[in-house]
């Protein structure tokens, strides 16, 4: 089972719908995939039409001392091959209570150790900020897959996440490789071009050799998870980027100094 936290401290970079893309490809592959969406905005769950009121069982419950199992928690979706664990909107005040409880860090991780006969690929859609969730997935991860908006700010986010990751990477036991995926790319502006060219420069081999473009059929997260939807010139790139990420886990990193 790979784990691949799908992560950027920025938000509207592209998380949720590169979740969506890379766990409908795994599966198209014949993969069995989970998606665990950790962001209490939920998008990825609402994507699903998963009905939030009341809250759903999902992601919130592995905190709670309850010792839920992701078995019990994953549920089917609409795309053959991909199950699903619900975000609740309690897990916006788990950062704050949760930091006082030790051990709470690595509750998904073993939550996830519990499953890992059942699932090829386990995909974690994360929020967009540095607390107790986001820790949690780095710290369960085999891969850090981080996309990134191809604009001049969205740079010093790539920075700062990629900061973070060193950080947890110190304290595993493990390494934890980092791929980053340029993500919303427009190439009739320059700056979306000069950014492109200064992320492959200055990533060079951890960076996706190309970007997905901006897409409006992209933009419809509820499209993306239908029998239509994630077609087009943003989904093809999605499967190319797959191809990429499937490729480095076989290979050995090259990392820009
Ligand atoms: N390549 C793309 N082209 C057009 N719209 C996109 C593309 N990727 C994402 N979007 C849209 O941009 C918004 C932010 O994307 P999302 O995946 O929700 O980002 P995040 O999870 O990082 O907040 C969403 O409305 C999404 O549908
Ligand atoms: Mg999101």
Redesign the pocket.
């Known amino acids: 089972m790979q784990v691949w936290a799908i992560a950027?401290q920025k938000?509207?970079?592209?998380?949720?719908?590169?979740s969506l893309c890379l766990a409908r490809g795994l599966a198209q592959g014949g993969g069995r995939v989970l998606l665990v969406d950790l962001?209490p905005h939920a998008?990825l769950t609402r994507a699903f039409a998963v009905p939030t009121d009341p809250p759903p069982a999902g992601t919130h419950d592995l905190f709670t001392g309850t010792s839920a199992s992701l078995a019990a928690l994953a549920r089917p979706t609409d795309i053959p091959g991909v199950q699903l664990v619900a975000a609740q909107p309690a897990l916006a005040t788990l950062e704050r209570r949760g930091s006082t409880q030790p051990g709470l860090g690595l509750a998904l991780g073993r939550a996830l150790h519990a499953v890992h006969a059942s699932y090829d690929h386990v995909l974690l859609?994360c929020p967009?900020t540095l607390g107790l969730l986001m820790v949690n997935a780095l710290a369960a991860a085999d891969r850090l897959v981080v996309?990134t908006q191809t604009d001049p700010l969205a740079l010093h986010g790539l920075a700062d996440m990629l900061r973070t990751a060193a950080m947890v990477e110190r304290s595993r036991r493990r390494p934890l490789p980092q791929h980053v995926l340029p993500?919303?790319f427009d190439r009739r502006t320059r700056s979306g071009v000069q950014s492109l060219e200064r992320l492959h420069a200055q990533y060079e081999g951890r960076v996706w050799p190309d970007a997905?473009?901006?897409?409006?059929r992209?933009?419809?997260?509820h499209g993306l998870t239908s029998e239509a939807g994630c077609g087009g010139r943003?989904a093809d790139a999605y499967a190319r980027a797959l191809d990429w990420l499937l490729a480095q886990v076989q290979a050995p990193q090259r990392q820009a100094a």
């Open positions: 950027n938000g509207g970079v592209g998380k949720t719908t590169t962001d998008s859609d967009p996309p993500t919303l997905v473009p901006m897409d409006t992209l933009r419809d997260a943003g």
